[in-house]
Structures are given as C-alpha cells and as structure tokens.
C-alpha cells in the first residue's frame, strides 16, 4: 500500500495510507488545496489535482477567507519558491495586537541589535513572531495627524500643513515597516540601523529610480507607468545592498527588516511630494484625498515589495559579499520578478477597474502571501542554523 505525505502549516506530515487521506479530506482535517506527494508523482501537487483522491474533498466546504488564502498560496508560494501559507499562519502574526502591552515591553522592542541585546543562535525564538508595536505607532500618528486635521479645519492656519504632509505620508509606511522589524525575531538590527535605512535608504531608493529612468527614457514612454516596476524595485534593491554590507546582518529576516525600512521611506517621501503636487494644484483637499489614499495602500505596496525583494537576495547571500552572480539564482529571481510584475500591474490601469479598490488589495494579498511564505521559510532557516528540525 503507498505511503502518502502532506504539509500543514506545523510541516510535512505522514506516512498514511491513500484511505486515511481520503478520509482527513472528506472530513475537512486536510484542505482540499493542501499540497500532498507519494512515490511516482513527480513533485508536490494540491489535492484537489490528483486524481487518486477525487471526490473525496467535502462537496459543499464554504468558502471561507482561510480557503481563499490556501487556494492563492497553493500558486503564489510554489512560483516563487517561498513557504506555503495557510490561515493559521496570517492570524497568528496579529495575535498580540488586541492584547495589553506596557511600556516597558514597548521599550525592550526597540532594544534591539546591541551587543548586549542581540541573542546567541541558539536563543533566538524560532517561532512564528506576534508583532503589536507597529499598531501602536499607527494609532499613535493617526491621532496626532487627527489633531492636526481638526486645528487646520477650525483654524485654517497654513504653518499646520507641513505637518499634515509629513505626519500623513510617514505614518502607513513607518508602521508597515516597523511590522517587519518585529518580526525579525534575530534582533539583530538596531532602531539607529532601521531609521538610517528608512531615511537614507528611502532617498538613495529614489535617487538610483530616477537615474535609472533618465538612462531608459525612451523605453519609458512607450511603456508608460508600468515601467516602474521594471525600474523602482532594482533601485530600491539596490539602496539595501549599499546600506547592508555588514557580514552581521546575514539572516534572510535581516533582509526583509531592511528592505521593508528601505521601501517605507521611499513610499513616505515619495507620498509627501505628490501631497505637495496636489496642494499646489488641487488645493488642502486634493492633498487629504491623495494621502488618505497613498496612506491605506501604502502597506500593499513599497514596503512590502522591497521585503520580498531584499529578503529574497538576503536568502542567498547568507551573509556572504554580495556577488552579481547572486542575482542569477532562481531563490532571488522568481520574487524579484513576481514583486516587479505586480508592481508594473499596480501602475497599469487595470487594477483601478476593480471596485471598491479590490484590484489593489488582490494585488496586496499576493504581496503579503508571498512576504509570509519568505519569513516562514527565514524561520526554517533560523531552526536549522540552531540544529533544530525545521518541521518543530
């Protein structure tokens, strides 16, 4: 009788026999998009999709947002080579943010990447992380932004817009940022290292994009705004690779902290110059309404492409010099040209014919099912520096 195999999100499990399969299939135990392999098939393959355990799924399972997410992750994650994700694994990363927190928790947070602070291998959690402070600085701006609003509002003062502009582009993407910083459970970067990558990062970001866009001007205009993301994510790239050279920073976690801070700060800047574009044009309103926008979509964007990208490199230096060989590798290329894919989409028409956003935030989910998958396997790679079995 064969020995079948299947993966939740605790790791790959089995042996069982093709009836007990079955039957954690018709009892809904085991997703119908839940990646299964027996001797003779020739890779990892949905359940769904194998006509040995046809019929055996539930006929009539609602759908539900875990099977939404298992059905894209049984796509995304095999095309760009990262973990597979399952609802379990997005619920678990916002478990603490609901809960108390004091300041001293807050402070131990930015603690972090001094000698004294950073963790030998062997003491760094391997579980998946539960980051909250993130929240806390998004409300912590959201009301001060609301402050500033309703003085502007009754007062009408223009001294208070410089204010509104900075606090509106930087508080989205800082706090998307600062999720992923959370989550580098090494903490090995230092708060000083993660706001020099957001500030001088975000602007050699922008710096190297505009370079590279004056050298392929033509192309551009014919391309038109989907050139972006030809262009954007190799400079932002690029900035991370000149501000991370330290052999310290060696963890794929590292990469994904630093290219989320990198990608924040080229999504504040960027936003706080089309605020300034719109209040010159359009007037106090115009500006709210583009950073009310930028502000929402802000985490499904820069952030967290430059996470994938940066992270996905990250996994294949492992700490070693960067090499332009590095980029040849598929564990590099198959992220980097999902995040430049969907960021030229983003540009495109295309998602604004969606209602209610609903192109934008699909183009989003991807982005962070792909992130998610990349941090579960940087957990792996954690487990295993530490001779811990990646499936614990």
Not at 289 to 312: C, D, E, K, M, Y
Not at 340 to 366: D, K
Request: overall charge negative.
């Amino acid at each position: 009788m064969s020995s079948w195999y299947y993966f939740t999100h605790d790791g790959r499990q089995g042996p069982v026999d093709l009836d007990a399969l079955r039957a954690l299939l018709t009892q809904g135990r085991v997703a119908a998009t839940t990646m299964v392999w027996t001797a003779g098939m020739p890779d990892w393959t949905p359940a769904n999709q194998v006509p040995e355990l046809a019929g055996a799924q539930p006929p009539s399972a609602p759908l539900t947002p875990g099977h939404v997410i298992a059905r894209m992750s049984s796509k995304v994650n095999v095309l760009t080579g990262t973990e597979r994700v399952d609802a379990g694994d997005v619920g678990g990363l916002f478990s603490e943010v609901l809960k108390k927190h004091d300041e001293e928790e807050l402070e131990r947070v930015f603690a972090a990447g001094l000698r004294a602070t950073t963790p030998a291998i062997a003491d760094i959690p391997n579980s998946p992380p539960s980051p909250w402070v993130y929240s806390r600085v998004l409300v912590f701006f959201g009301v001060t932004f609301l402050v500033l609003y309703l003085t502007w509002r009754q007062y009408e003062n223009i001294n208070l817009l410089p204010g509104l502009i900075l606090i509106g582009s930087f508080a989205f993407p800082l706090a998307a940022a600062l999720f992923f910083y959370e989550c580098n459970v090494t903490r090995n970067v230092s708060l000083f290292m993660f706001a020099k990558s957001f500030v001088w990062g975000g602007v050699l970001g922008i710096a190297l994009s505009l370079a590279l866009f004056e050298l392929i001007d033509a192309i551009g205009s014919i391309v038109g705004p989907p050139i972006a993301g030809l262009i954007e994510e190799p400079g932002k790239l690029a900035a991370v690779i000149l501000l991370a050279r330290a052999a310290r920073y060696r963890w794929t976690l590292n990469g994904m902290c630093l290219g989320a801070a990198v990608g924040a700060g080229f999504a504040a800047f960027e936003s706080a110059g089309y605020a300034l574009q719109f209040l010159l044009e359009e007037g106090a309103d115009g500006m709210m309404s583009v950073i009310g926008l930028r502000g929402i979509l802000a985490p499904f964007g820069h952030v967290v492409w430059t996470a994938i990208t940066a992270g996905a490199l990250w996994r294949v230096r492992q700490g070693r010099p960067f090499d332009f060989d590095m980029l040849k590798d598929r564990r590099f290329l198959a992220p980097m040209i999902a995040a430049m894919a969907i960021h030229a989409i983003w540009n495109s028409p295309l998602p604004a014919h969606v209602p209610f956003m609903g192109g934008y935030i699909a183009l989003g989910a991807i982005s962070w099912i792909i992130a998610v998958g990349m941090m579960l396997g940087a957990l792996k790679e954690v487990r295993e520096a530490q001779g811990t079995p990646s499936d614990a």
